[in-house]
Each structure stands twice: as structure tokens, then as C-alpha cells.
């Protein structure tokens, strides 16, 4: 049977078909009175509509879901998923959150020894999740970065500076951990293999998700069913590479920055540094001081006037553009016809959204860094609210918002709140890549929000705050410092007189702690 695109298969046909969840990796489902979808082509907006139409109201979400107290799976135990284990609790949901490392923080918790590691991070599944080098600090400042009713204060003995090191952010989130005891709702080294639908067919209302785990120190499996899932998996970890000639036969070392720790095993060398988002230019700025020669390779040679100052001061930092080709006796071709021969490529090129456990049927998928269909970026229409997302939204204050999308996902759960229709849903999805599309926006950019607007609009569905002011303020002046001094924003800046009005705001005040923010 064919349904615009996909194959409904029998469990029996499908046994030696690949499934298709969103990864390269397969999962199939051995239970019995299954059907799954084998498909090709990645779902279009249309064919979903068409799907929908078909299987009725199986996959329409439902308007009258009562008040009740549900068993929930939260994957991830990084901001995003202790703040939704935080709200599902509230609203007296009973929560297991599922973490493959050995404590809280996800992309926070530092992992130094990243031997083994794939240095492209091409393998769906990572041995290293986070992505933190060792000098890393934060790039905004303490003030804007605390979840509404947590701030995040300076505390007496630890990094007291504004833009602290990622190891005072990872001691923020055990604070929050220890003060709102998530812990004990944590599995630690539990590695989540297989998420996917108990009984694909039935009423959205009656949807229940199975959930295949591994203990990663004695390697039992666990397969449980919960009544809901929400990931919250981080999208910083899935290495996002560039397509260059000659990039798979290159001889030479060459990395993504998602495995850079230190610039130590650079001394002396000529590195290629692809890219320049705020890792790549925090890296070079890094390198250069080891290093032999650094090039960097980039989109478009108009840099900030921070960068700019940073590569006139130093006589072996060099900017190029894109590179052309490589070849395995090490020489780098640049677009400009330059070339140099290089020892090591460093790639910062950024990062792609990767589930390899999640069977969605083709209900949701990754294209191009698009994970969709999502309305408002957290809800597959077809599969909601039993599944959601959180996190998925970058450039954005994002402790606040991850907190309004918990609070929405667990009052949709719970009862409280109730999705429009599918067909609004797709709609509002369908106007909203419209748009992007006609302002000229990449579709791997989708999920970029850089609107405050945007935030305090999604904060309205469940009566969160807006953003206040003096947050918004604060994150731009440190935008435009970095933008002007690249190398010193982090320690000189100009907002005092606005810093102190903030640490005397409501939200500094409205807890009783014993270390002072001031």
C-alpha cells in the first residue's frame, strides 16, 4: 500500500527493510501487530497533510485531553532537560530523566580524554558529548544567563568574573539540580538506543512511546513504556562539515573542533582553522600563540573590527577564503587561487541536529538542518503532545526560554493547555518557511531565532514573563563589545551603571541565598 511517498509494509515484509529513524542508524521493531513506514524521500509538508487525511484521526492531536498525572521520559540531563524534569514535576507528572553521562550539565560537562573519538564525528553515535575546550568561557555574561526564578549568582570561592569559565556554569546547573532535587529522578550512564512508538496506529490520546536504554558500565538493556518523551539531547555535539574536494583523501590530520581541547598538539605547526563562528575565532586566537602559522578559511573576508585587530597584531595569523581544494601531499587551495601546505585542519564549522535513536515513522525528520515539521519549534504536529522537543532554538537567550518551553510542554501534558489543530499547526509551519525562505534565510538556519520578540511571544502561551529589559540590554552590549574587542570584552566593558541597577532588580533578590551577586 502507498501513501504519497511511503510503503506501508507488514511487519513480516519489513523485517530486512531499514527503517528510518533520524539518523543513518536503524532500530527496527520486532513487536508484533506493527506496521511501520519504509520511505525514501524526506516527507514533504504536502505529503504529511496527505498522510494525516488518510489515517484519520490516528495522528490528529487531540483537544480534549483531561487533567491527569502522566510517566514521562526526559532524555538529556543538560539545562534543557533538568529545566523540563524541573516543570513536569510541578505538574505532578512522574518524571526518569535519562542521562549517558556521569552527571548533570550535557554539553557543560567537560570531558578532557577524548581518545577514540571519530575526529570528524562522522558515526551517529559519539563517544564524546560535549564539546568544550579547556579555556572556554562564556560569551555572555553571568547576569542574562540564569533561569527566572535562579539566578546566577556569584558565589564566594568559585569564578566570580562575569563571564566565567564553563566549569562555574556546570556548578550552576549542580546547584539547580541539588536545589529543586532532580537528582533523584536521574539515570546516570544510561544511554538511550531506541525511541519509538508502542502501538503506531492508535489514537493520539492513547500514544505510548517504548524507550530502549543501556547501562553503559554493566550494559543491561532496559526497554520501558512511557506516556510521553521529551528530548532534550543538546545540538551541539553532531559535527556539521563542509564538502570540500579532496577532504576524504587528505593525509594529514584534520579534526573538528568538536574534539579541540588545547592548543598544545599544534606547537609549531601550519593549521588551516575552517570557519569563523566565536569558537573558531576563540580557537585561533588560541593557536597562534603555539603555532607556526594559522589560516583562516572563510566564508567572507568582511570580519569584525574585533577579528580584524586580532590578525593585524599577529604576523602568523592569515585570513582566506574558502577553501577550494586539498590535496593528499598537503597543499590547501583557497577559492583565490593562494595556496599554502599545512600540517592540520581544524574544522569549526558548526553543528547539525542529530537523533539516531528517534523513530518518528518519517513524523519528524532532519533536512538540512531543519528539524521538522515542528511548530514552534518544539511540537511535531502528528505526534504531540506525547513528543516533544526542547532546546532545538539557537541564537537565543536560552535558560529563559528553554524554561517557557518546559512549562508549556508539561501544562500541555498535564491538561492545562491544548494545542491548536493539526491543520493550524502545519499551517503556522508552513507560513513561517515561507518566510524564511522569502527573506533569503538558509534552510539550515531555521532554527536561528535572534529575535527577542519571538521569545516573549512564545512565553505567552503559558504566561511566562517577557523578557526584561535590562536582560535584552545586557545581551546586546556584550555583542557589540565582542563585535569591536574580541580579545578583552570579556573583562572590560561599559555597562556598569546598568549592572548594578540589575543585581538590585527582583531577580537577583528573590531568593534567600548566603553568597551576594554584588
Given at each position: 500500500m502507498?501513501l504519497?511517498g511511503?510503503?506501508?509494509?507488514?511487519?513480516?515484509?519489513?523485517?530486512?527493510?531499514?527503517?528510518a529513524?533520524?539518523?543513518?542508524?536503524?532500530?527496527?521493531?520486532k513487536?508484533?501487530?506493527?506496521?511501520?513506514?519504509?520511505?525514501?524521500?524526506?516527507?514533504?509538508?504536502?505529503?504529511?497533510?496527505?498522510l494525516?487525511?488518510?489515517?484519520?484521526?490516528?495522528?490528529m492531536?487531540?483537544?480534549?485531553?483531561?487533567?491527569?498525572?502522566k510517566?514521562?521520559?526526559?532524555?538529556?540531563?543538560?539545562?534543557s532537560?533538568?529545566?523540563?524534569?524541573?516543570?513536569?514535576r510541578?505538574?505532578?507528572?512522574?518524571?526518569?530523566?535519562?542521562?549517558?553521562?556521569h552527571?548533570?550539565?550535557?554539553?557543560?560537562?567537560y570531558?578532557?580524554n577524548?581518545?577514540?573519538?571519530?575526529?570528524?564525528?562522522?558515526?551517529?553515535f559519539?563517544?564524546?558529548?560535549?564539546s568544550?575546550?579547556?579555556?572556554?568561557?562564556?560569551?555572555?555574561p553571568?547576569?542574562?544567563?540564569?533561569?527566572?526564578?535562579?539566578?546566577?549568582?556569584?558565589?564566594?570561592?568559585r569564578?566570580?568574573?562575569?563571564?566565567?569559565?564553563?566549569?562555574e556554569?556546570?556548578?550552576?546547573?549542580?546547584?539547580f539540580?541539588?536545589?529543586?532535587?532532580?537528582?533523584?529522578?536521574?539515570?546516570?550512564?544510561?544511554?538511550?538506543?531506541?525511541?519509538?512508538?508502542?502501538?503506531y496506529?492508535?489514537c493520539?490520546n492513547?500514544?505510548?512511546?517504548?524507550?530502549?536504554?543501556?547501562?553503559?558500565?554493566?550494559?543491561?538493556?532496559?526497554?520501558?513504556?512511557?506516556?510521553?518523551?521529551?528530548?532534550?539531547?543538546?545540538?551541539?555535539s553532531?559535527p556539521?562539515?563542509?564538502s570540500?574536494?579532496?577532504?576524504?583523501?587528505?593525509k594529514?590530520?584534520?579534526?573538528?573542533?568538536?574534539?579541540?581541547?588545547?592548543?598544545?598538539?599544534?606547537?609549531n605547526?601550519?593549521?588551516?582553522?575552517?570557519?569563523?563562528?566565536?569558537?573558531?575565532?576563540?580557537?585561533?586566537?588560541?593557536?597562534?600563540?603555539?603555532?607556526?602559522?594559522?589560516?583562516?578559511?572563510?566564508?567572507s573576508?568582511?570580519?569584525s573590527?574585533?577579528?580584524?585587530?586580532?590578525?593585524?597584531k599577529?604576523?602568523?595569523f592569515?585570513?582566506h577564503?574558502?577553501?577550494?581544494?586539498?590535496?593528499e601531499?598537503?597543499?590547501?587551495?583557497?577559492?583565490d587561487?593562494?595556496?599554502?601546505?599545512a600540517?592540520?585542519?581544524l574544522?569549526?564549522?558548526?553543528?547539525?541536529?542529530?537523533?539516531?535513536?528517534?523513530?518518528?515513522?518519517?513524523?519528524?525528520?532532519?533536512?538540512?538542518?531543519r528539524?521538522g515539521?515542528?511548530?514552534?519549534?518544539?511540537?511535531?504536529?502528528?505526534?504531540?503532545?506525547?513528543?516533544?522537543?526542547?532546546g532545538?532554538?539557537?541564537?537565543?537567550i536560552?535558560?529563559p526560554?528553554?524554561?517557557?518551553?518546559?512549562i508549556?510542554?508539561?501544562?500541555?501534558?498535564?491538561?492545562?493547555?491544548?494545542l491548536?489543530?493539526?491543520?493550524?499547526?502545519?499551517?503556522?509551519i508552513?507560513?513561517?518557511?515561507?518566510?524564511?525562505?522569502?527573506?533569503?534565510?538558509?534552510?539550515?538556519?531555521?532554527?536561528?531565532?535572534?529575535?527577542?520578540?519571538?521569545?516573549?511571544?512564545?512565553?505567552e502561551?503559558?504566561?511566562f514573563?517577557?523578557?526584561?529589559?535590562?536582560?535584552?540590554?545586557?545581551c546586546?552590549?556584550?555583542?557589540?563589545?565582542?563585535?569591536?574587542?574580541?580579545?578583552?570584552?570579556?573583562d572590560?566593558w561599559?555597562d556598569?551603571?546598568?549592572?548594578?541597577?540589575?543585581?538590585q532588580?527582583?531577580?537577583?533578590?528573590?531568593?534567600?541565598?548566603e553568597?551576594?551577586?554584588?
Open positions: 502507498k504519497d511511503y510503503t506501508l509494509t507488514s511487519p513480516k515484509d519489513s523485517r530486512d527493510e531499514k527503517q529513524p533520524i539518523s543513518s542508524n536503524t532500530f527496527p521493531h513487536r508484533k501487530n506493527h506496521f511501520a513506514f519504509a520511505f525514501s524521500p524526506i516527507p514533504s509538508l504536502q505529503s504529511l497533510s496527505h494525516s487525511a488518510t489515517l484519520g484521526p490516528t495522528t492531536v487531540s483537544e480534549t485531553i483531561q487533567c491527569q498525572s510517566t514521562l521520559c526526559v532524555i538529556g540531563a543538560g539545562p532537560g533538568l529545566v523540563a524534569a524541573r516543570e513536569l510541578k505538574e505532578g507528572h512522574r518524571v526518569v530523566v535519562l542521562e549517558q553521562n552527571d548533570v550539565g550535557g554539553q557543560w560537562l570531558e578532557s577524548v581518545e577514540g573519538e571519530d575526529p570528524l564525528g562522522r558515526k551517529p559519539l563517544k564524546v558529548h560535549s568544550i575546550y579547556d579555556s572556554l568561557r562564556l560569551t555572555s553571568r547576569e542574562i544567563m540564569g533561569f527566572s526564578d535562579f539566578p546566577f549568582l556569584v558565589k564566594k570561592g569564578d566570580m568574573r562575569r563571564f566565567p569559565s564553563h566549569t556554569l556546570l556548578l550552576y546547573l549542580k546547584d539540580c541539588e536545589y529543586f532535587g532532580l537528582r533523584e529522578i536521574i539515570r546516570f550512564n544510561t544511554r538511550v538506543d531506541y525511541v519509538g512508538m508502542l502501538d496506529g492508535v493520539s492513547d500514544l505510548k512511546w517504548v524507550v530502549r536504554s543501556i547501562d553503559k558500565k554493566s550494559e543491561k538493556v532496559l526497554e520501558e513504556v512511557f506516556d510521553a518523551v521529551v528530548v532534550a539531547t543538546g545540538h551541539y553532531q556539521r562539515l563542509p570540500i574536494q579532496g577532504m576524504d583523501t587528505w594529514r590530520k584534520q579534526m573538528h573542533s568538536h574534539i579541540y581541547r588545547t592548543p598544545e598538539p599544534f606547537s605547526e601550519i593549521v588551516v582553522v575552517v570557519g569563523n563562528s566565536l569558537s573558531g575565532q576563540d580557537i585561533s586566537i588560541e593557536l597562534v600563540e603555539v603555532a607556526k602559522e594559522v589560516h583562516m578559511s572563510s566564508r573576508l568582511n570580519i573590527e574585533g577579528l580584524s585587530k586580532v590578525i593585524s599577529n604576523e602568523n592569515h585570513l577564503p574558502q577553501i577550494e581544494t586539498l590535496q601531499d598537503g597543499k590547501v587551495t583557497f577559492m587561487g593562494s595556496s599554502i601546505f600540517d592540520s585542519i574544522y569549526c564549522t558548526g553543528y547539525s541536529y542529530a537523533f539516531p535513536f528517534l523513530d518518528t515513522k518519517g513524523m519528524v525528520v532532519v533536512d538540512d538542518d528539524v515539521p515542528l511548530y514552534e519549534h518544539t511540537f511535531p504536529p502528528s505526534l504531540a503532545p506525547s513528543l516533544s522537543f526542547i532545538i532554538p539557537r541564537k537565543i536560552g535558560f526560554f528553554f524554561e517557557s518551553q518546559a508549556w510542554i508539561a501544562q500541555l501534558l498535564s491538561g492545562k493547555k491544548v491548536p489543530s493539526w491543520e493550524e499547526m502545519m499551517k503556522s508552513k507560513e513561517f518557511y515561507n518566510s524564511r525562505d522569502a527573506a533569503g534565510i538558509p534552510k539550515h538556519c531555521t532554527h536561528e531565532i535572534a529575535n527577542f520578540e519571538y521569545c516573549d511571544k512564545y512565553g502561551n503559558v504566561g514573563p517577557r523578557i526584561e529589559e535590562w536582560r535584552k540590554q545586557l546586546l552590549s556584550a555583542i557589540i563589545n565582542a563585535d569591536v574587542n574580541l580579545e578583552t570584552y570579556r572590560s561599559d556598569h551603571e546598568l549592572l548594578q541597577e540589575v543585581l532588580s527582583s531577580h537577583f533578590t528573590q531568593l534567600e541565598f553568597d551576594s551577586p554584588l
